[in-house]
């Protein structure tokens, strides 16, 4: 694993997030003379718009609370300047099939995300908020709080997309991808974003603040414990995830966000499984044992004991291993388009699924793209029949059909059928 990621140490970083302000157009409600109901028509991806022919009586806007844009900016560069210094994801130890997980999804996010079940104290968290650092630039559009793409059209909020159909011009700036913790304890107001109902009677503005949804949109949204996450943010979570929107529907006001986003959860199994429905929607599985050799287990805890006594010098000794990981996740996101697979592995790949009785297609989607990002990775283009043994257990073994009591196959069963397919 070491050779395979390019440093010489194997214990695979999070910064927080800047808010920025956002103000949609202003734009007239009228109101049905007789009724005195507003007439509305809903866009997909948009906001409620009136459809009432007649002249406007009242004027709203759609406003976001935060402050200015450059005091969102400078805010952002103070925390980065004072945010508390990370685990390096270069200097984990061991915990390999987990790194590699994370990896192959900030590589290619369309994988689906990682699911990661393991017993407790061994990094899941650490590793996960450790991947921050490693995370590549993208463009997005100054002082959106959806982190718009300035060049696909999906991935743009409602504002941006109205300027880019104008011809005007977007102010582009380069930012690392967002990660977005979302508390067990949150919200569904928190989660989705909300509208001041109370400021639209007394000042006539309806001011809409974005949720954690927004922030995570083109980032990748964690969730620790995610077994103990209630219900209700599950369902929306189910939603979003299918999507790739956020719609908050408030009083007969409709707006709609892109929020696309690598879901990433971590849970201990002994308190308890995951919903089936949203188990399915994780595109990797990834198991995480207690380290056992005496020796490792001295090594993890004298790196922990050196990054707690100064882990500003700690985290410099692993700066080199760290850009080299970061120039080989840019790189490998770059030429993963030119990677290709045969026909034969991809046939292979679902007679696999198939076998196994896996529903639905998604394990075999989900596989191709994960051995893709592993070429990619390695710095190929074109996969092999051992990128596909190396990722088909994590992309299958949540997906077998098994007594709803029994918990989630080691992968045990995938690595035989592959074998017998393969051979």
């Given at each position: 694993?070491?050779?395979?990621?390019g440093?010489?140490?194997?214990?695979?970083?999070?910064?927080?997030?800047?808010?920025?302000?956002h103000?949609?157009?202003?734009?007239?409600?009228?109101?049905?003379?007789?009724?005195?109901?507003?007439?509305?028509?809903?866009?997909?991806?948009?906001?409620?718009?009136?459809?009432?022919?007649?002249?406007?009586?009242?004027?709203?806007?759609?406003?976001?609370?935060?402050?200015?844009?450059?005091?969102?900016?400078?805010?952002?560069?103070?925390?980065?300047?004072?945010?508390?210094?990370?685990?390096?994801?270069?200097?984990?130890?061991?915990?390999?099939?987990?790194?590699?997980?994370?990896?192959?999804?900030?590589?290619?996010?369309?994988?689906?995300?990682?699911?990661?079940?393991?017993?407790?104290?061994?990094?899941?968290?650490?590793?996960?908020?450790?991947?921050?650092?490693?995370?590549?630039?993208?463009?997005?559009?100054s002082?959106?709080?959806?982190?718009?793409?300035?060049?696909?059209?999906?991935?743009?909020?409602?504002?941006?997309?109205?300027?880019?159909?104008?011809?005007?011009?977007?102010?582009?700036?380069?930012?690392k991808?967002?990660?977005?913790?979302?508390?067990?304890?949150?919200?569904?107001?928190?989660?989705?974003?909300?509208?001041?109902?109370?400021?639209?009677?007394?000042?006539?503005?309806?001011?809409?603040e974005?949720?954690?949804?927004?922030?995570?949109?083109?980032?990748?949204?964690?969730?620790?414990?995610v077994?103990?996450?209630?219900?209700?943010?599950?369902?929306?979570?189910?939603?979003?995830?299918?999507?790739?929107?956020?719609?908050?529907?408030?009083?007969?006001i409709?707006?709609?966000?892109?929020?696309?986003?690598?879901?990433?959860?971590?849970?201990?199994?002994?308190?308890?499984?995951?919903?089936?429905?949203?188990?399915?929607?994780?595109?990797?599985?990834?198991?995480?044992?207690?380290?056992?050799?005496?020796?490792?287990?001295?090594?993890?805890?004298?790196?922990?004991?050196?990054?707690?006594?100064?882990?500003?010098?700690?985290?410099?000794?692993?700066?080199?291993?760290?850009?080299?990981?970061?120039?080989?996740?840019?790189?490998?996101?770059?030429?993963?388009?030119?990677?290709?697979?045969?026909?034969?592995?991809?046939?292979?790949?679902?007679?696999v699924?198939?076998?196994?009785?896996?529903?639905?297609?998604?394990?075999?989607?989900?596989?191709?793209?994960?051995?893709?990002?592993?070429?990619?990775?390695?710095?190929?283009?074109k996969?092999?029949a051992?990128?596909?043994?190396?990722?088909?257990?994590?992309?299958?073994?949540?997906?077998?059909?098994?007594?709803?009591?029994?918990?989630?196959?080691?992968?045990?069963?995938?690595?035989?059928?592959?074998?017998?397919?393969?051979?």
């Amino acid at each position: 694993m070491a050779g395979l990621l390019g440093c010489s140490a194997s214990y695979f970083a999070y910064s927080p997030l800047s808010s920025s302000s956002h103000k949609l157009s202003s734009f007239p409600i009228s109101t049905n003379p007789v009724s005195g109901k507003f007439n509305w028509r809903k866009f997909y991806g948009g906001i409620g718009i009136p459809v009432n022919k007649s002249r406007s009586q009242l004027h709203f806007s759609i406003s976001n609370v935060a402050t200015d844009i450059n005091a969102a900016e400078q805010a952002a560069k103070v925390a980065t300047k004072t945010q508390r210094p990370v685990f390096p994801f270069a200097a984990i130890v061991g915990q390999d099939e987990m790194k590699l997980c994370l990896l192959l999804n900030v590589i290619d996010p369309k994988i689906g995300g990682v699911m990661i079940m393991g017993d407790r104290g061994t990094g899941k968290s650490t590793t996960v908020r450790s991947l921050v650092d490693l995370l590549p630039e993208i463009k997005v559009v100054s002082g959106d709080p959806f982190n718009s793409d300035p060049e696909d059209p999906e991935l743009m909020g409602v504002e941006v997309r109205e300027k880019s159909l104008k011809g005007e011009d977007l102010a582009v700036v380069m930012t690392k991808i967002n990660m977005v913790d979302l508390p067990l304890g949150a919200t569904e107001d928190r989660v989705c974003g909300t509208i001041d109902i109370e400021k639209a009677l007394t000042e006539g503005v309806k001011a809409f603040e974005p949720g954690l949804l927004a922030k995570a949109n083109r980032g990748i949204l964690y969730v620790d414990e995610v077994n103990l996450l209630d219900d209700h943010l599950v369902d929306v979570l189910l939603d979003s995830a299918a999507s790739g929107w956020n719609t908050v529907e408030r009083e007969g006001i409709s707006i709609s966000h892109p929020a696309r986003f690598i879901l990433i959860g971590s849970g201990n199994p002994e308190e308890g499984e995951l919903r089936p429905q949203l188990l399915d929607r994780f595109g990797m599985h990834a198991q995480v044992g207690t380290v056992k050799d005496a020796e490792l287990r001295v090594k993890i805890v004298e790196e922990r004991a050196r990054f707690d006594k100064n882990p500003n010098e700690f985290r410099s000794s692993y700066e080199n291993e760290q850009r080299k990981l970061t120039d080989q996740i840019s790189s490998a996101r770059s030429n993963l388009s030119s990677v290709h697979i045969d026909h034969d592995l991809r046939v292979k790949i679902s007679k696999v699924c198939a076998e196994l009785n896996v529903d639905g297609l998604r394990g075999d989607i989900v596989t191709n793209r994960a051995a893709k990002a592993l070429a990619a990775l390695k710095g190929r283009d074109k996969v092999t029949a051992e990128d596909i043994a190396t990722v088909i257990p994590n992309c299958l073994r949540h997906r077998l059909r098994k007594d709803p009591l029994e918990s989630i196959d080691s992968g045990l069963l995938v690595i035989e059928k592959f074998y017998e397919v393969f051979s």
